[in-house]
């Protein structure tokens, strides 16, 4: 059941087929005619991006019309000009129509009668109720269509003035911030009204009460706008293709948190680093930016379709160059590079090329600037994120007399440290990652490592993270394994942003005694590693070395002899090669896990791969769809002389569970004595939503992770005193326990 009361689930046939019309109607103001209202950088372009993704996704729906308003468009948006287009949208709309009004621009309270207003372009700040669109005359015109279901999203509180970091990320609302941020919750409580007077009225707001709706020139969006029309291009879409207002409203949430949790992340490393040189003028973090939703009823509001997933706007490359030999955790960290970090790899060394290439191969990357991929998106009137170079260097390190360095790779190539330096200062239109992987064999060494480290800095326009670490001969590969293993922890969906993983990569090898050096400049954009919105950790790479394609072809072998089939998102390390016994188990086996099922097959996976296994098991557990795909899932992550011995143990363990876990209910059938199974979990979290919102999930999550054996019952009245409203929590126990 959806929080979301729009219409009935026959709505996609009605658009589909043209019996029912798409109404939308797109306003944004940059420019106003009156002085006092600060001008704004991005709604017209707001406008334009998002009318763009709405035509993608609404492409299956052959009875719409779309109205534009904004400053690049034939008709203006004036007030004169935006009454006349909602007036018709009422007079002609019919009651199976859906309507979808979108306005970026300020929004303001009247002084006098503490009523919200939007402002227009001739809107004046003097005369707001005559000149401007005032909330209670907007839903009142809403109110008269017939229409049965109408979503509005306002992209307002912007602040034009108001910068934290020089000209970087702006909100919007400057001169006028202390009135639009009350105007947010008179705002609001107008779009309740509207909602409980219609269970088919829905609304989304950039931001809460006393917040700010930021801007980003990196994205070229207002940043709620932004992930409005990645969600609109099929990142918000279901496993069908169909997106709604509902999932689409998740998603954003998401990701408008998640944007400015990276960026503060960043900022803190960076501040960080600037103490270290005592330097204290130090960057600001932002405050937060939470989307809301205004809703009542139940029901669904249908907003688009994709058919297949829009294809990714990042444009990011890398080279992978081990100078030492040709290891399997480099190979590995490449097939990861391509996969979930979703880069062009080119690996050396590899059959084909010769080490006399790999200067080309670094000019190469360095002269890139993504142009033909930043020549798409903008054809697609979506920005996206500056290109990202990936330079991993793995070699040994030589200092001479005169101060110069030397980085010596295969076939007794060299690359000085001055020449590398200049070559990643032509790179000033992407980001940079640079990774150094230097074997030494003295420890006094380590100051040659900062020395590479400073040298390789670059104020380049989007940012740069250089990591270094000087690793034994002993251990050659502690470096590059320990690379590997934060990175395969990482959710791929999720992604991880460079400065996050900085910080982890730091303690974990600090505690396996190697120094890490990092640096991490730029404050215009995040940086990622991983990128998110991947499906895949691994990826197959032309010219990788014999043995790891011979390995990949023994385990299709070995699919085929057992009679699994091979699945085009498996990736060579993650095959599934149990025997056709097993796999008839395991297709009988119902995905639920109990408490004591989670627990066993935490302690199982932990004797292979240690104290991960508890994260790596709960995102598994979240991407499974049944048992057989949650032990594939989590045999990824182990070595493929491991993968068998596991999978059979772990099907054992759960078929053992779960016959102990039928007795038990069938001995013990009251509340205390049941297990929370995956799908009650579920049940949870859908409720939970209903009276909190999207936090549900991580509430969920945290008391299991606190309390592993905690009862059905004790469970579910933990999650009720998280509910503010007495009534709500009651009406939840009641639904959950019943």
């Known amino acids: 059941m959806s929080p979301l009361g729009i219409g009935s689930s026959d709505s996609t046939h009605t658009l589909t087929t043209g019996e029912a019309k798409l109404w939308i109607l797109l306003v944004g103001v940059n420019e106003y005619q009156d002085e006092n209202l600060p001008s704004l950088r991005y709604p017209a372009l707001d406008c334009q991006g998002l009318g763009k993704a709405l035509s993608s996704a609404t492409k299956g729906f052959p009875n719409k019309e779309v109205i534009v308003h904004h400053d690049f468009a034939p008709q203006p948006p004036t007030l004169e000009t935006i009454r006349r287009s909602l007036q018709q949208i009422v007079s002609q709309s019919q009651s199976q129509d859906s309507i979808l009004l979108y306005f970026s621009g300020h929004g303001m309270l009247e002084p006098n009668t503490q009523q919200s207003v939007l402002c227009l372009a ?226 050396f060394p590899q059959k084909g090329k010769n080490w006399s290439e790999i200067r080309g191969t670094i000019q190469g990357l360095t002269r890139w600037r993504g142009e033909s991929e930043i020549k798409s998106s903008s054809q697609c009137g979506i920005a996206r994120n500056p290109p990202t170079s990936l330079f991993y260097l793995r070699g040994q390190i030589e200092e001479i007399e005169d101060g110069e360095a030397w980085l010596i790779l295969g076939d007794g190539v060299r690359l000085s440290r001055s020449w590398l330096r200049q070559e990643l200062r032509r790179a000033q239109k992407s980001q940079q990652i640079i990774i150094l992987d230097f074997i030494v064999s003295d420890s006094s060494i380590s100051t040659s490592v ?45 992604g991880l942003p460079v400065a996050k993983w900085m910080t982890q990569l730091k303690t974990l090898l600090q505690s396996k005694g190697i120094n890490v050096h990092v640096w991490l ?48 998102s498996s990736t060579p390390v993650s095959t599934l090669g149990v025997h056709e016994s097993s796999a008839t188990k395991q297709s009988k086996l119902k995905f639920s896990l109990s408490s004591e099922q989670y627990t066993n097959l935490e302690q199982l996976l932990k004797q292979s791969i240690g104290p991960i296994a508890s994260l790596i098991l709960q995102q598994a557990v979240a991407q499974a769809a049944n048992c057989q795909e949650l032990v594939r899932l989590l045999a990824n992550y182990l070595l493929p002389q491991q993968q068998k011995q596991f999978e059979k143990q772990a099907i054992a363990l759960l078929e053992a569970s779960t016959v102990s ?78």
């Open 122 to 347: 001739d809107t004046h700040k003097n005369d707001l109720l005559a000149t401007g669109l005032g909330m209670q005359d907007l839903v009142r015109i809403l109110g008269a269509s017939p229409a049965n279901q109408q979503l509005v999203c306002l992209d307002t509180c912007h602040s034009g003035d108001m910068r934290l970091l020089g000209n970087r990320g702006s909100a919007r609302d400057g001169d006028i911030s202390e009135s639009s941020l009350n105007s947010t919750t008179q705002m609001m409580d107008v779009l309740r009204q509207r909602a409980a007077q219609s269970k088919g009225f829905c609304a989304l707001l950039s931001c809460d009460q006393g917040q700010k709706s930021w801007e980003f020139p990196e994205l070229g969006h207002g940043l709620f706008t932004y992930y409005l029309m990645q969600g609109l291009l099929g990142e918000a879409a279901d496993s069908h293709g169909l997106i709604e207002a509902d999932r689409l409203y998740k998603y954003v949430y998401r990701q408008t948190l998640q944007y400015i949790n990276n960026l503060n992340q960043q900022l803190r490393l960076i501040n960080q680093q600037k103490l270290e040189r005592g330097d204290s003028k130090l960057h600001p973090e932002y405050p937060l930016q939470t989307p809301k939703r205004i809703v009542e009823g139940v029901g669904e509001l249908i907003v688009g379709f994709q058919s297949v997933k829009a294809e990714s706007q990042k444009a990011r490359r890398a080279v992978v160059i081990d100078g030492l030999s040709n290891k399997k955790a480099t190979t590995d960290l490449s097939r990861l590079f391509a996969g979930a970090g979703g880069f062009e790899v080119d690996y």
């Open 661 to 738: 876990s039928q007795n038990q209910s069938a001995q013990s059938p009251n509340k205390e004595n049941q297990t929370i199974d995956a799908n009650f979990i579920s049940k949870c979290e859908r409720e939970l939503a209903y009276s909190i919102g999207p936090i549900a999930n991580f509430l969920i999550k945290q008391v299991l992770q606190s309390q592993p054996q905690i009862s059905l019952s004790e469970f579910v009245n933990k999650l009720a005193q998280r509910i503010p409203e007495p009534k709500q929590a009651s009406e939840f126990k009641r639904r959950m326990l019943g």
């Open 521 to 568: 400049s730029g404050t215009q954009a995040v940086i990622d590693i991983l990128p998110g919105n991947i499906a895949t950790i691994f990826q197959d790479l032309p010219g990788v070395e014999i043995f790891e394609v011979q390995r990949n072809k023994q385990q299709q072998k070995e699919q085929k002899e057992n009679l699994l089939p091979i699945s085009p």
């Open 450 to 494: 900062e020395n590479w480290i400073e040298d390789l800095q670059c104020e380049i326009e989007h940012g740069q993270c250089i990591i270094a670490a000087a690793t034994p001969p002993q251990k050659p590969e502690l470096f590059s394994q320990t690379l590997l293993e934060t990175l395969v922890t990482a959710n791929p969906q999720v």
